[in-house]
């Protein structure tokens, strides 16, 4: 199974941007989506957003839409573009392997996890 890294985490203030990388160490990724998902304290874990590794197509969370961007590079790496964070992105940012072809919302559609890296946005 491929490990998933997650980088880029950071404190910032309301408004900046950061961008989160997720590499897959010994081999390419496949050709499943990838997504990332954050959690809270004392919150769930929520999806945030989801790219085909194959075609590039994306889907967002409503919550981030317009201000955050999911993109890859040939093979290994996802990346996170967080623009204008508010203190509500504060969260632990995970990404996944999803184990279906579909870009699911659903975190059970995913198999192989990172192990997070922090957000801290304060106001």
């Known amino acids: 199974q491929v490990q998933l890294v997650e980088s880029g985490g950071g404190a910032v203030q309301a408004g900046d941007s950061l961008r989160l990388s997720c590499a897959a160490s010994g081999r390419a990724f496949t050709s499943s989506p990838m997504g990332w998902f954050r959690q809270a304290p004392g919150k769930e874990r929520e999806f945030v957003a989801v790219i085909s590794t194959r075609t590039g197509l994306a889907s967002y969370a409503d919550s981030v839409k317009g201000r955050f961007a999911i993109s890859r590079d040939n093979a290994v790496t996802v990346f996170l573009q967080m623009n204008s964070l508010k203190p509500e992105d504060t969260a632990v940012y995970y990404c996944?392997?999803?184990?279906?072809?579909?870009?699911?919302?659903?975190?059970?559609?995913?198999?192989?996890w990172g192990q997070g890296t922090q957000v801290t946005v304060s106001s």
């Open positions: 996944a392997a999803s184990r279906w072809a579909a870009l699911s919302h659903n975190m059970n559609d995913y198999n192989n």
